[in-house]
């Protein structure tokens, strides 16, 4: 629209002071709506006022905000763990306290790891004095009795397994103010590798990366409706103590933990007490403990006895023979090392990686053959074919591994297809060195790719990080008739790689197999995996009427080599059982996640849920689950707070860029505030009618 000369001059005084006064209203009116705009934008990321002081929370604390829009504080969590340990058993006790802190009834849920053979057998509530003992109950039968009390009120708690090294906690009716206590009990059989004994309490579980080919499709193998989510803020929450008392019969010496400053306490009979320097430490990596027996002559096999319900169980011990019994084969080998390059493997837990590999490279023979694949999104190998480890083929691969960084996805399948697609050459031995994190989600498919296409290979996995995912590097290993190497702390990569190494250059004990003589005889594992210098062979047996002797029988290269077990009956160990119950439903549920015949996977999980009943152990399918009969809630309202992990030490979160840096992890990126940003756009097209109309009248 145009206006005439006329009446653009024909302003008087007042009006030009009256346009003034509303122009300089509108710009008022203007920056008070950007203030507020901005105002509601980024609280949640500034501390409004109606919050609490997020960075005055030194102690770690989680916040919930709920739709009411009011801040309260999550609940607090705190474990104690007390281990004894009793010849090649620990039983632990663990105490997890939950404190609701807020003026609301509150659910709690939390998820934290445990050992990936732990047998949990005990679950209790402890409130006010009050100990409410957890029942075993099939998975979703327990969920029902649960859910049930929870909405009747009712203090109750569930343990469910997620994985078998993954566990989660839940905790409903817990009143404003209110503690509660969950005792969780289980048992493992302890490790003994390089004249060593370890033990490894794991503290903190890393989030996964989701395979391309599975994101956006639960695994119900795996689906316990509960996601591991860690902290943004703080590395100081879920403090824990940590407490062992060690009982292993006969002398032992160093003594040490490469995780954790410990305190050891000698006591009488060869015993000692081991606790933390500090009273509490951050749940953020795994705690590692490792002794060493005064054994003088090693002992070719020990042997733990238990007698229940008719049956006898034992815990058989093999030790190879001394290196000096050994035929030294001088067998050229072809070594295949895979590097995990991905984003997880950021920060610390790529520089071990590099440097094992670097030193691994260094103790290959001329007449050794080798390759590198590396992989994060995509793998490749740095030559189409094995080739000699001559000077000039170690010298390219050591400069280009240290141009190596971390980034991208963390796909696995390509890698391995990639390092068995090569046939096996017969003058040759082949053996896999997988070095990564092993932090993914499909477990399974892995697992079959191994089992199916494995042949003569032979494959070994080194954990590298602070919290690696040891379930599936234990048993990728098993499967691939391999070790596993944990390497926490870059003091040890020296060490550790060469022992690996110095083993693997070592001709094996193979083809072991166990003769016993009597009725029902159950053996896991079977078939029984190769013996390497250093490393004994650990078997469980259960039967009825077993003669008093077992006979094992392998080969050291081409040479047979036979020895005769005599059970000892002199005593009996409490745990053998459980043992040997933990190591059969393992099996079970390794032949579960292979089966794809729907009536054959049927009889095997109720095989499964059959033997956790019988024996009150946690599965995947069975749940422990504590009820309080008496309602304590009346108002049926309930606040469901979900406890963070801390984020493991080493690890980097990704700094906000556009494009990935090597040295960030790749975690999923949710939506951000769309809510907002429709309120935001209809605000400025309201603004903008106002203005235009504006035009007319001034």
Known sequence: MRYSNDFRYSYSKPNRIKTIFIRLLVTVLVFLMFFMLATNVYAGAETPASAPDLNAATRGSAWLLPSDGVYIEALQLQSNVNINISGMIARAKVNQHFRNTSSLWAEGIYVFPLPENAAVDHFKIIIDGRIIEGQI??????????????????????????????????????????????????????????????????????????TASKQGIADPQYDTGVYTQSSTTSNQLNPTSISVNLDTGISVTNIVSSSHDVSISPQLDNRYTVSLQDEHVPADRDFLLTWTPVLGKL???????????????????????????????????????????????????????????????????????????????????????????????????????????????????????????????????????????????????????????????????????????????????????????????????????????????????????????????????????????????????????????????????????????????????????????????????????????????????????EESIKHHLLSQFTSLVAVDVTPVNQSGELHAERIKNNLPFGWTRPAKTNQPSASQIHFPQTAAGSYRHVILAMMFIGLAIVIRRLRFIL
Do not use: C
């Open 137 to 210: 109950e099939e998975k979703e039968q327990a969920r029902k009795t649960y859910e049930t009390a929870k909405r009747n009120g009712q203090r109750t708690g569930l343990i469910e397994q997620q994985r078998p090294n993954i566990f989660t906690t839940k905790l409903a009716n817990i009143a404003p103010g209110a503690e509660m206590a969950v005792e969780i009990e289980y048992q493992q059989t302890l490790e003994y590798r390089d004249g060593q004994y370890s033990l490894r309490y794991p503290l903190v579980v890393g989030e996964r990366y989701i």
């Open 299 to 609: 002992p070719k096999a020990t042997v733990f006895n238990q007698k229940q319900n008719g049956y006898e169980y034992s815990l058989v011990t093999v030790y190879p023979p001394k290196n000096e019994l050994y035929n030294q084969l001088d067998i050229p080998r072809e070594v295949v090392f895979i590097l995990d390059v991905s984003g997880s493997m950021s920060g610390t837990s790529i520089e071990q990686a590099k440097l094992a590999l670097s030193l691994a490279l260094d103790r290959l023979k001329p007449s050794d053959k080798f390759n590198i694949i590396w992989f994060n999104n995509m793998a490749k190998k740095i030559f189409f074919d094995s080739n000699f480890a001559s000077n000039q083929n170690i010298q390219y691969a050591q400069k280009f591994l240290s141009a190596l960084n971390a980034d991208g996805g963390t796909e696995m399948m390509p890698a391995l297809q990639l390092a068995f697609s090569t046939p096996v050459q017969p003058e040759f031995l082949r053996q896999l060195v997988f070095i990564t994190d092993g932090n993914v989600s499909n477990e399974r498919d892995l697992f079959a790719y191994i089992k199916t296409n494995l042949g003569e290979n032979r494959l070994f996995t080194v954990g590298i990080g602070s919290a690696p995912n040891s379930f599936f590097m234990k048993k990728a290993a098993k499967a691939g008739r391999g070790t596993f190497t944990f390497i926490s702390n870059i003091r040890e990569v020296g060490q550790k790689t060469a022992a690996l190494f110095k083993k693997l250059e070592t001709p094996a004990l193979t083809d072991i197999r166990l003769a016993v003589i009597g009725d029902d005889i159950e053996i896991y594992h079977d078939p029984i995996p190769d013996l390497y210098i250093g490393e004994p062979v650990t078997v469980l047996l259960r039967g009825k009427n077993i003669f008093n002797s077992i006979t094992m029988n392998g080969n050291i290269g081409t040479q047979p080599w036979q020895h005769k077990v005599s059970l000892n009956r002199g005593s009996d160990n409490d745990g053998v059982r459980l043992a040997w119950a933990r190591e059969k439903i393992g099996s079970l549920s390794a032949d579960y996640h292979d089966e794809s015949n729907g009536n054959l996977k049927d009889h095997l999980r109720l095989q499964i849920i």
